[in-house]
């Protein structure tokens, strides 16, 4: 059971590229979420997924783009990247309501921008 | 919103100790979750605890148990005999148990194990 499988690890891009964050979960999971953490701080909610077909906006989303067509895949995309975007990034995963609350997380995505 | 504080940067405690991290949250909101995660140099969060808000007892598991005041909005860890792998980042985190049921998380305790 791999839980939550994020790639890559890590990254480097140039200002203005773009590129895919891949995150699959193989634990037939309803929800699955993006954050971002910075250095020091906390994880801050990029975007958010209830079921395939279905996205929303969390705290910080933009720059960053998301489409979830199926249950197991919840890609983040960023376009024209700034050096604000520079973080590592998470992706989790969750049963709905009700369940224990708890969320799966990947190992994270270490994303510099230059 | 949720919010969730985390007032101590950084914590350190002697091998075999115990030490306590505070964690205080705002919710109006009367069933929710609260979690304590551990971030180790890894990367990896990994789940220390966690909390139903309808349950008076305190969670415990083996070593971690939590000081749970739903009047005060408190939510500590407590670390027993503590060991070097104990060392990380802690966070305190929300969960609603309605609508998205993102984490909501605190800024964070590092934690320092003196050998």
């Known amino acids: 059971n791999a839980g939550v499988t994020q790639t890559p690890k890590f990254r480097i891009l140039k200002i203005g590229q773009s590129m895919t964050l891949q995150c699959t979960q193989d634990?037939?999971?309803?929800?699955m979420y993006w954050y971002r953490q910075d250095p020091g701080m906390g994880l801050k909610l990029i975007y958010y997924s209830v079921g395939a077909g279905i996205t929303d906006k969390g705290e910080v989303p933009n720059g960053y783009n998301v489409s979830r067509s199926t249950t197991e895949d919840f890609p983040l995309r960023l376009e024209l990247a700034a050096p604000s975007q520079t973080s590592v990034y998470f992706c989790?995963?969750?049963?709905?309501?009700?369940?224990?609350?708890?969320?799966?997380f990947g190992e994270g995505s270490r994303l510099t921008v230059l | 919103a949720q919010t969730v504080t985390q007032s101590q940067p950084e914590m350190s405690v002697q091998e075999a100790e115990t030490v306590t991290l505070s964690c205080t949250y705002d919710?109006?909101?009367?069933?929710?979750?609260l979690f304590w995660y551990k971030q180790p140099p890894s990367r990896q969060m990994i789940l220390v605890i966690r909390?139903?808000?309808?349950?008076?007892q305190n969670a415990t598991e083996n070593r971690f148990s939590v000081n749970f005041q739903k009047a005060a909005k408190s939510f500590s860890l407590k670390i027993s005999d503590s060991q070097l792998g104990d060392a990380a980042m802690y966070f305190c985190?929300?969960?609603?148990?309605?609508?998205?049921?993102?984490?909501?998380f605190g800024t964070g305790t590092r934690l320092t194990i003196i050998p």
């Open positions: 909390q139903e808000a309808y349950k008076q």
């Open positions: 919710t109006s909101e009367s069933d929710y979750y």
């Open positions: 985190a929300y969960r609603s148990t309605f609508g998205n049921e993102k984490l909501t």
């Open positions: 634990m037939n999971h309803n929800y």
């Open positions: 989790a995963s969750s049963y709905g309501h009700p369940n224990t609350g708890e969320l799966f």
